[in-house]
């Protein structure tokens, strides 16, 4: 068919001003007047929940709290509805877990460069695993942590910025706080009580006491929650009390009190306020993220979250001043068992067996190692060679590596084995896989073969599920950031977690952390 010359201009000039319109609208993302840029948070809140799937906010929503307004705030929906929402923000790593995860959120850096790519690793030169937040000198410390966070840049330059940083486990708060924390502070199981390191300072707060003095006074009260398994009254100060909604509660109750106390987001300078909702992975471990209990326990933090915003409106004269993140480090796979009943391939890798195999094939080989065992360590799909054993019997390492790689090769669940002589040949798998593994392989920490699972398969341990993996269930987590000048907007394109770091330095005016790599997201 032939168009006459009139219809074609028409439609040509529909397209041209289309495709001006577009271009004008793409130009003014992430614009604002420098009148808004000068308004600077006098707050920033960054709340992390442990183990919190993508899927959370969208499968539960018709649950949750009214969003309400800036004068009456809901919890989650409110944030979601008036914050730049990204529902699948990602890790980009092989491994998400529960460390490089917290480390990689403020820093906007992969493991590669943060230094934390586990939770723990074996340490070759000590010959002894390594805790992500150990230290010799002060027992627990950020001193692992190889760059700057976003509150470190900030207190460089404006020394009188107050952070602290908070949860029930201390390697969230150490890591999220990074290295000029005002003081890091967790829940020590043993005492019951809240706790910190002399890395912080000597003494304790007065009101961190105070908060402690309430934790001992309530301490084997019983707290009621009823749910499908915790159909029952638990003892305060419990490990299955804490796994409750009672462990919510405790640390926001702790949060308040540093606000107050602190006057944080009342001084000079911005001040930061840092947060991890550790109690949604015991949970998340123990029952599987379709479980009632793990919806039960997310419309308890939809509560308190709703109710902390409350409170920081009333402290600070409205929410004006305040940026508030809502962010996760990891989410988790579905219970092997669920798995199966949907007809999923899945199941659980048993490091005793594969230990048996790839030992009786290195003797097989090499003989016997006599009283020392082949492997000095294995954790969390890492496996280390005892290299001391393997110089005694001059035996190659990359040779022993190729030995054991064809004996996990063989093994149900396994898709690749990459190993220390991969790494050191610039051997990684092709497409994506391959670039998690650069950003996350430590030659110091990692371990000499890495076992990588098939999708659903994971290690046998005491949890019924876990998360250490780079597919989706396990490395993509919802994100949203809200604040005065932030568009309230759903963006379903890809963010990247190191994203955030670099959005929150831009809004502050501030030198992004060292070693960031991230771009701003369009949240204006």
């Known amino acids: 068919m032939i168009y006459p010359a009139k219809i074609i201009f028409s439609y040509t000039k529909f397209f041209i001003i289309s495709f001006f319109i577009a271009l004008t609208a793409q130009s003014a993302q992430g614009q604002l007047s420098y009148k808004n840029y000068l308004h600077k948070p006098k707050l920033v809140v960054v709340l992390v929940i442990d183990q919190f799937r993508a899927d959370y906010l969208s499968r539960l929503q018709n649950q949750f709290l009214p969003a309400g307004s800036k004068d009456q705030p809901g919890g989650f929906e409110f944030l979601a509805s008036q914050g730049a929402y990204f529902p699948f923000a990602e890790y ?49 410390s950020p001193e692992n942590l190889k760059t700057s966070t976003v509150s470190d840049e900030y207190k460089m330059t404006h020394p009188e910025s107050k952070v602290f940083s908070m949860a029930l486990k201390d390697r969230s708060a150490v890591l999220l706080g990074g290295h000029l924390s005002n003081r890091a502070i967790w829940y020590d199981a043993g005492t019951s009580h809240w706790a910190s390191s002399n890395y912080y ?35 305060m100060g419990s490990k299955l009390a804490l796994a409750s909604p009672y462990g919510t509660k405790i640390l926001f109750r702790l949060a308040k009190s540093a606000v107050q106390s602190e006057k944080l987001g009342q001084n000079i300078n911005t001040d930061f306020l840092f947060m991890s909702l550790s109690n949604h992975d015991y949970v998340g471990h123990m029952m599987g993220p379709l479980s009632r209990e793990i919806e039960a326990l997310t419309l308890a ?37 669920d798995l199966k009943n949907f007809k999923l391939d899945a ?103 890495v076992l990588i699972p098939r999708p659903f398969y994971m290690e046998k341990d005491e949890n019924q599920t876990t998360h250490m993996t780079g597919f989706s269930y396990d490395r993509q987590v919802p994100l949203i950031i809200f604040g005065a000048n932030i568009k309230p907007s759903v963006h379903l394109e890809q963010a990247k977690i190191i994203d955030l770091a670099t959005t929150l330095s831009s809004i502050l005016g501030s030198t992004a952390p060292a070693g960031s790599f991230g771009k701003p997201l369009p949240i204006f």
Request: include cysteine.
């Open 92 to 140: 980009e790593v092989f491994q998400s877990m529960t460390c490089p995860g917290h480390a990689m959120i403020l820093t906007g850096s992969y493991p590669e460069l943060n230094g934390i790519p586990l939770n723990e690793w074996y340490d070759q030169a000590l010959h002894k695993m390594r805790y992500c937040v150990d230290s010799e000198k002060y027992g627990i």
């Open 201 to 235: 300072g000597t003494g304790t707060p007065a009101w961190m006491e105070e908060k402690n003095k309430e934790l001992s006074e309530e301490k084997g009260r019983k707290f009621s929650w009823k749910t499908h398994f915790f159909d029952k009254s638990l003892p």
């Open 301 to 337: 933090e939809d509560r308190e979250i709703s109710d902390f915003l409350k409170y920081l409106r009333l402290q600070l004269g409205g929410l004006k001043n305040v940026v508030v993140v809502l962010t996760a480090d990891h989410g988790v796979s579905p219970l092997v068992e």
């Open 347 to 449: 199941g659980r890798l048993d490091y005793l067996a594969l230990h048996k195999n790839a030992g009786e094939a290195l003797t097989k080989k090499y003989g016997s190692p006599e009283d020392q065992p082949w492997f000095s360590a294995s954790h969390s799909l890492h496996f280390y060679l005892n290299r001391e054993l393997l110089t005694k019997k001059k035996i190659p390492l990359k040779e022993a590596l190729e030995v054991v790689r064809k004996v996990f090769l063989a093994q149900q669940g396994v898709w690749k084995v990459f190993t220390h002589t991969d790494y050191e040949e610039g051997r990684f798998p092709v497409g994506e896989l391959g670039e998690q593994l650069k950003r996350q392989y430590l030659p110091s920490a990692s371990g000499d073969l």
